[in-house]
């Protein structure tokens, strides 16, 4: 079977031991977690992974079953990247000089659609956000001047279908 | 943490006084209805140890030889009565310790709750003296686990743990807590969980679901059932019973699935797997509907899966959703708990008797009585077969005995030939397949079923493991029937050498301590036999016993257990010899 990219979504109780519990899930199974970011939901209490792996069809779901099974996971989903919309976020820092001695940084920042969030004597950082390829992109725009400290996020997505969390969360209430 | 909770007895007087976080454990545990738990003491559990020295008139505890055998006998105990073993250790080595026995629950999910001491909270993270991460240790074998460091969380979380251990698929739960939670006062209220928002431990069975399965059952021509130990778990033995009887479907049992219907009710057809029967194996490749109940799809069950039942719809009943298409894809998932699941589907499926298809099993019977179980249970060579022990066993006890198998050769003919007439008799280590399982487990199965008879059955090799535990029946004078089947080798290891290694017999020749010797150390009755003539006059005296009592049965050194499928081999290549 053909190993494609997943976003793996997992809803879940804010829970120390959880991060280990989960991680645990993929170290058995030899998949290897592309970008992991943990944040708040759009649900007060709730907390929200954002998991991409590539691997197969058969070992995504078998994946998400072992997530969802967890006492703290509310729910646990799985899209291709067709049925997301993501982004990742980097942050480039650059020596100064380079932003006055080299018009072409000016340009590539702007083409980039990134902005500048700091500027200091020594350096400045440029902060982008896109997909990953285009931040591959400018990274690799920018290398050939020199990039003192590179550094990208984990994934952040959000499905085109619902993930009914809060219908499911009332309907526990309701039944208790 | 969202959890809903349900009021029960204050156990303690209403003006609320405050008590130590180690009398509250005890609380909890009486709340929960404990009355038995097994363990070992040490520094950072001492706190507790001291309320149950004040509370020994409510509450048992057992001190094991090592804390291993506390959680087989929680095992054990948990598996013949239904409700959840309580295993207590202290922190670092003892927490360790007890990892085994956790493996062996999760994978055979068996309702326990471990409990460990855990250094002072100020010493988290210091490499303090019997310091061990425990939570990041257990988690993987763990269905929950949890960290108390203060009192006030111990009515809470205790709740929850045995909510969490005893509903849905079971399985172990581990909390551990530190030694100023034990300490601490504390002003103590228990309420028993019913609910946490984050988990659905029974899905609802989905009506339209139902009404496939019944479609394809009532159209089948060749249906074959293979039900496991959710049949037991879900307390669907009688629901079965009558859906086999009215379907007249022949019945296969995965290992752990042993005992739930009577071992000679006619359509109740044999056991499935590595060294399962013939029949049901063979046939499993010929059937047009395989309906799975309470089971898993292990790899011992199943041979290559790409060879497995592949011309067969697939039914699976199934309480827990993370199994469902996980090894074999199934046509219809019937989710939900198979008691109230198969009392759903009785009424949508037709009386039928599948005449020709049993006679396929019956034919495939005769064909297994003559290869193997002839010489196994009516062997006409000289030295003993570990089948025609078992097989006195069944007689001695009427197959009313609860069976408790350790693991290699013994542990499958025991599954293989022990007769069962009521369920929650087979206890084994299926999943995990825990050498040193056996005695301790034994040892928690009697004292979960003190009205019946208890024998065990261990290898030579596997009793080694965990042999100290003689000191608890002889501490406790608990009347278990201990059977040593021993042929000097581990076998099952051997027969693997001697089939698929050449006759390599790299380290499995075993040269024996004297077995008697040993248990009259302990002062317990024992006796060594070798001889067929001895066998039957035997095993009438140990089954007589009203006391605990070890049997050395010198076998055959060099049998090998059959049928087999070997490892990755499918179903239908069943090896008879």
């Known amino acids: 079977m053909k190993k494609q990219w997943f976003t793996i979504s997992v809803y879940s109780e804010n829970n120390v031991g959880l991060l280990n519990r989960i991680s645990g899930i993929f170290l058995k199974r030899h998949i290897n977690i592309e970008s992991l970011n943990v944040s708040k939901s759009e649900i007060d209490g709730v907390s929200k992974f954002t998991i991409v792996v590539n691997t197969t069809d058969k070992w995504v779901r078998n994946i998400v079953g072992q997530i969802e099974k967890q006492i703290e996971v509310i729910k646990a989903f799985y899209h291709t990247d067709e049925e997301t919309i993501y982004q990742e976020s980097a942050l480039f820092k650059i020596a100064s000089n380079l932003l006055f001695d080299e018009r072409r940084i000016q340009n590539i920042i702007k083409e980039n659609n ?9 350096f400045f950082v440029i902060a982008k956000s896109g997909r990953r390829n285009e931040i591959d992109d400018m990274y690799e725009q920018l290398k050939p001047f020199g990039i003192m400290q590179f550094v990208r996020s984990g994934r952040i997505s959000v499905s085109k279908e619902e993930m009914q969390i809060t219908a499911l969360l009332k309907e526990f209430y309701e039944e208790v | 943490m969202e959890i809903v909770k349900m009021k029960t007895e204050e156990p303690q007087n209403k003006t609320k006084l405050k008590i130590t976080g180690a009398e509250a454990i005890i609380h909890c545990l009486l709340a929960e209805g404990v009355d038995i738990l097994y363990g070992y003491p040490g520094g950072a559990i001492m706190p507790v140890y001291d309320e149950l020295y004040k509370f020994q008139d409510k509450l048992t505890h057992i001190l094991t030889r090592h804390e291993q055998g506390a959680t ?8 013949v009565s239904g409700r959840v073993g309580v ?14 026995g956790l493996a062996d629950a999760q994978i055979d999910s068996t309702p326990m709750v471990c409990i460990t001491g855990q250094v002072t909270r100020a010493l988290l993270g210091s490499d303090a003296f019997q310091e061990t991460d425990i939570i990041g240790i257990s988690t993987p074998v763990t269905k929950w686990n949890y960290q108390i460091t203060k009192a006030e969380e111990i009515p809470e979380i205790m709740a929850k743990a045995f909510y969490i ?59 074959m059932i293979v039900w496991g130990q959710g049949v037991i778990l879900g307390k669907a033995e009688e629901e079965l019973k009558a859906f086999v009887e009215k379907t007249g479907i022949p019945a296969a049992w995965t290992i752990m699935g ?60 199934e309480i827990d959703k993370a199994e469902v298409n996980k090894n074999v894809r199934a046509d219809v998932a019937v989710l939900g708990n198979s008691k109230e699941t198969l009392d759903l589907i009785l009424p949508l499926v037709n009386e039928n008797s599948h005449e020709e298809w049993h006679n396929e099993f019956k034919k495939k ?14 062997p006409t060579k000289e030295g003993l077969t570990m089948g025609e022990v078992i097989e006195q066993i069944n007689i001695a006890s009427g197959n009313k005995a609860v069976i408790v198998t350790d693991v290699g050769q013994h542990q499958m003919i025991g599954c293989r030939y022990a007769k069962f007439k009521e369920s929650k008799s087979n206890i084994t280590s299926g999943g995990l397949g825990t050498m040193g399982f056996a005695l301790p ?10 009205d019946r008879e208890v024998v065990a059955i261990i290898g030579d090799g596997g009793y080694q493991m965990t042999i100290q535990e003689l000191g608890v029946i002889f501490q406790h004078n608990v009347p278990v029937k201990i059977v040593v089947l021993n042929n000097d080798h581990l076998g099952m290891v051997r027969q693997w050498q001697e089939l698929f290694f050449d006759r390599r017999y790299a380290s499995t020749v075993m040269v024996n301590p004297d077995f008697v010797k040993i248990a009259e150390g302990y002062h317990i009755e024992s006796k060594r036999i070798s001889k067929r003539e001895d066998l039957q006059s035997t095993i009438e005296e ?25 490892s990755g081999a499918s179903v239908s290549d069943v090896r008879l010899k």
């Open chain 2, 258 to 317: 042993a005992s739930a219907i009577d071992s000679d009710h006619p359509l109740n057809v044999g056991m499935v797997g590595m060294h399962g029967n013939y029949g049901p194996n063979v046939l499993t490749n010929e059937c047009d509907l395989l309906i799975a109940i309470g089971m898993r799809f292990d790899d011992r069950v199943t041979g290559n899966l790409d060879t497995y039942a592949k011309q067969a719809k697939v039914i699976h009943f």
């Open chain 2, 542 to 566: 140990m089954i007589a016993s009203k006391n605990p009592y070890f049997l050395e049965v010198k076998v055959e050194k060099e049998d090998n257990v059959f049928p087999m499928i070997p």
């Open chain 2, 87 to 100: 295993a207590m250790a202290t922190s670092g080595p003892g927490a360790t310790n007890l990892v085994t």
């Open chain 2, 441 to 450: 487990a034994a040892i928690g199965a009697k004292m979960g079923a003190m």
């Open chain 1, 114 to 122: 990134s902005q500048i969030v700091t500027v200091a004597r020594d």
């Open chain 2, 72 to 79: 087989h006998a929680a095992q054990g105990y948990a598996r």
């Open chain 2, 365 to 378: 019977y005769e064909v297994e009585f003559e290869a193997v179980i002839k010489n196994d249970i009516h």
């Open chain 2, 165 to 223: 251990a005893k509903t849905g698929r079971p399985g172990p739960v581990l909390v551990d807590i530190t030694k100023n939670a034990q300490i601490d006062e504390f002003e103590f209220i228990y309420e028993k969980c019913t609910a946490v928002r984050s988990y659905n431990p029974v899905p609802k069975p989905d009506v339209k679901a139902i009404e496939a399965a019944a479609d394809l059952i009532n159209s089948a021509k060749k249906p």
